[in-house]
């Protein structure tokens, strides 16, 4: 009997451990390809019961044992991989996006040091109390639109800020996610700003992209205050999120939006609709023609191209920070390699960072290897793009947009 469940423990552990390779082709098993890849290392030491010697040597227990084994070996992986970037990744930011020059408040927490932390990962870091509040931005019919702002507890000075989108399929999710993560940089001086936007089926594009832009021209208009410094903004969006953040950066036309953050988000919709994640795992299809109203084809033809942040790159465009998981089975990172090709083209200050084996939405685990590198790379490109002279904000412009809001509320 034991032999047995030595076998089904070492076949559970080794499926779930393959995940850590292959695409998920499932809803749920997108869910344990999660937790496969960043949590994987908790699940090495549980399958670990798995070898403890008992007598005989009974050929399934033997079998059990070699399956726990490969297991091991492939949740540890991430980590591994996850390692290697503390050596690669630092250099080419500096590279790209040059040294962090942002000089931050003698209260603020320090920056970290490098990519991935094994201690973290089986303690992650703790967050220092920040301020939170909210603020309605504007009003649809009689649905507010608000503004989860996290701020440093201590006293500061007008310092960045950072607009945060979440992800969805622009049909669910809230401002509330990645709290963690939000209050991390707040801790670090910076104001974080996590917006509500309007949800199709119900609103279709442009009404969220619309709602990014009121978002800044709010956050400029009463940047005093929030203690905000209004020439300096950055976009940061997850999945659909992404999109959102990409679009409005690249479209904008907004000197004071001084970098965008795009994780595993699409960015060329026709692209994403013709190459669907697979239906077990999102009906990506149905959720696009949610968005924009049909199919390619359809009367919503103008807004696939209206809507993919690809078809906007210029040479004005901000610096840009991407980051995608080569596993992931919901947005191709084709698309993310599609992006980075016309920022190379332009000539816009980027940097692709690939993960070999994350999945969509691996940052899920704050204190996981995707977690970790995730805050590493934004709170360094941050500290990059957030310097240098004050560009001249349109603060007419903000005005307008920020006293239709009132009208409207």
């Known amino acids: 009997m034991i032999a047995v469940l030595r076998f089904l423990g070492g076949l559970f552990f080794l499926s779930l451990a393959s995940l850590t390779l292959l695409r998920p082709p499932t809803r749920l098993l997108w869910s344990a390809s999660v937790a496969a890849t960043e949590w994987g290392y908790w699940l090495a030491l549980a399958a670990l019961v798995v070898l403890i010697p008992t007598r005989g040597k009974p050929v399934l227990g033997r079998i059990g044992a070699m399956m726990t084994l490969a297991a091991i070996g492939l949740f540890v992986t991430p980590v591994v991989r ?8 630092p250099p080419a930011l500096e590279a790209r996006f040059g040294p962090a020059q942002r000089h931050r408040n003698d209260f603020a927490e320090r920056a970290r040091p490098e990519p991935l932390n094994l201690t973290e990962l089986l303690n992650p870091v703790e967050t220092p109390a920040v301020r939170y509040e909210e603020r309605v931005f504007a009003a649809y019919d009689g649905q507010s639109l608000s503004l989860g702002i996290y701020r440093p507890a201590y006293v500061h000075g007008a310092i960045p800020v950072v607009l945060i989108i979440h992800g969805g399929t622009w049909q669910d999710g809230t401002r509330g996610e990645f709290a963690a993560f939000n209050a991390y940089l707040a801790s670090r001086d910076y104001v974080v700003a996590a917006m509500d936007y309007r949800l199709a089926p119900k609103w279709r594009f442009p009404a969220a992209r619309d709602d990014v832009l009121s978002a800044v021209a709010f956050l400029k208009v009463y940047a005093s205050d929030l203690g905000i410094d209004a020439t300096r903004i950055a976009l940061l969006g997850r999945s659909s999120g992404g999109q959102l953040a990409l679009l409005a950066a690249y479209t904008a036309g907004e000197p004071s939006i001084k970098g965008v953050v795009s994780l595993y988000a699409p960015s060329d919709l026709r692209f994403d609709y013709e190459h669907p994640a697979p239906p077990k795992v999102r009906d990506t299809r149905g959720a696009i023609e949610a968005y924009l109203g049909g199919a390619p084809g359809s009367a919503a033809e103008d807004a696939y191209y209206a809507a993919s942040p690809l078809n906007f790159v210029s040479p004005a465009s901000p610096p840009s920070l991407l980051v995608h998981g080569d596993l992931d089975p919901i947005v191709s990172p084709t698309q993310t390699s599609a992006l980075e090709a016309r920022l190379q083209k332009s000539g816009v200050k980027h940097l692709f960072v690939r993960l070999p084996w994350a999945t969509h939405g691996c940052d899920m685990s704050f204190g996981g290897p995707c977690g ?24 007419d412009t903000s005005k307008k947009i920020a006293t239709k809001q009132k009208k409207a509320a």
């Open 82 to 89: 996850a390692t290697q970037l503390n050596s690669t990744l």
């Open 372 to 395: 970790q590198v995730v805050t590493y790379a934004v709170e360094r490109f941050l500290d990059a793009v957030m310097t240098g002279p004050p560009a001249p904000a349109k603060a």
